[in-house]
């Protein structure tokens, strides 16, 4: 950080990506709030202050006494369920994520399960919670510093049916003016927005330019995890859980038993069988006692068909012989026609015709079953159009057609 004018600080773009930014409202209803709670304190209306004893004693319980370490099984999970359209930089958020797991885990560490080596095992919750801190900040590094301010006003902007200047959209917005601008610099630095307005002082005449940048959710729900880690779902109506209800259809029509679930998702038997209950305590499954299997209700049935029925059909396959013909075999066809129209003009004239066997034969189209397989090049002598027998008493030497010249020389013999 170096200082920057009227004694205020800034981050060099190079170490920028090195940190995760935070967000602050700067809404007319937060400002309110702040407005009020420093009056208040200056009235001397608000609660006395939290003693922080307790905080200062339990962080040297840390320093002496509490373990450090801390493990996060579902990282691998994590990780995979990070969305693919992040830069170089989700290398280092990544990492920062994980750390903030860690040391919620770390706080909670008497409510924690510990590992075979006493280290703390971090859970779901400590995993929620750290989503809920870092989730804007993870879309700030995802959207390239669009944030839902800043979409909101490039939107009033498309709406307009003039060119607005800052003023209309303070109005609009319900914001001020300073904050106006506080939202509109990154959009001009992107040309997000440009603004027509050439003339120092006057109001801005601002329309859109580039597209905003289409951004996926930053991270991933912590329930989506948690079903991904364990193989079983949460008992909610889920895009995983119903991705859940077509495997146990197709796999297990009679119904899923737990032994199975557990030998396909290779995690602790007694967590699995827990999820499953926790599945048919809530009327997503319905669980037979005698035979110890989990099926599908009937709601789940039908919803699966509902999707089925939503998906996209594909195009069914053309009857055999009936594809559509390619630019080749048209023109081809076309030749045909035109060889035997200019035979029977012929025959009208009372020319020979030509032999029969000659016209030219067009291939099957590809899948016919009439057609047998593809001859070599030198085998389709049934394809070619036949010579014509060669005057008796040749003197040339050279060898017949087969079944033409050959048959002329036995009859001299």
């Known amino acids: 950080m170096r200082p920057g004018p009227r004694k205020t600080a800034f981050i060099c773009p190079p170490f920028d990506t090195h940190l995760l930014r935070v967000p602050v409202e700067g809404n007319e209803e937060t400002t309110r709030e702040v407005l009020l709670r420093k009056g208040q304190e200056a009235a001397g209306e608000t609660p006395p202050r939290r003693d922080v004893r307790p905080f200062q004693a339990f962080q040297r319980w840390l320093r002496e006494r509490g373990e450090h370490r801390v493990i996060v099984p579902f990282g691998e999970t994590l990780a995979e369920a990070m969305p693919s359209t992040f830069d170089a930089r989700m290398r280092r958020d990544f990492i920062q994520l994980l750390s903030c797991v860690q040391t919620l885990a770390l706080l909670h560490q008497r409510q924690r399960d510990r590992g075979r080596d006493g280290a703390i095992v971090a859970s779901f919750a400590d995993y929620r919670v750290a989503r809920d801190l870092l989730e804007m900040s993870f879309y700030l590094a995802a959207a390239d510093d669009l944030t839902p301010a800043i979409r909101e006003t490039v939107q009033a902007i498309r709406r307009a049916k003039k060119p607005p200047s800052e003023a209309d959209l303070a109005r609009e917005l319900r914001v001020t003016r300073q904050a106006i601008w506080g939202r509109l610099r990154t959009p001009l630095e992107k040309r997000w927005i440009v603004n027509d307005e050439r003339v120092p002082g006057r109001p801005a005449r601002l329309r859109c330019d580039r597209p905003l940048p289409e951004v996926q959710t930053a991270l991933p729900e912590a329930s989506r995890v948690e079903g991904w880690f364990w193989g079983v779902p949460n008992p909610e109506p889920s895009t995983l859980f119903f991705e859940f209800a077509a495997a146990i259809a197709a796999d297990w029509p009679a119904g899923l038993t737990a032994a199975g679930a557990v030998e396909r998702v290779q995690r602790d038997p007694e967590v699995v069988r827990a999820r499953l209950d926790a599945l048919a305590s809530a009327g997503y499954l319905d669980h037979d006692s005698i035979t110890d299997r989990y099926r599908l209700p009937q709601w789940v049935q039908e919803n699966l068909a509902r999707r089925e029925d939503d998906r996209p059909q594909e195009e069914a396959p053309a009857p055999q012989g009936t594809e559509e013909q ?88």
Request: charged share 35%; no cysteine; aromatic share 0%.
């Open 326 to 413: 390619q630019p080749d075999e048209v023109s081809a066809r076309e030749m045909d026609r035109q060889l035997r129209a200019g035979q029977e003009d012929d025959q009208s004239k009372g020319q020979a015709p030509a032999p029969q066997g000659t016209e030219d034969r067009q291939p099957a189209a590809i899948g016919t079953t009439d057609a047998g397989p593809p001859q070599a090049l030198g085998g389709q002598e049934e394809d070619r159009p036949r010579e014509q027998t060669p005057a008796q008493g040749t003197e040339d030497g050279q060898p017949g057609v087969v079944g033409t010249g050959d048959k002329g020389r036995l009859d001299d013999e």
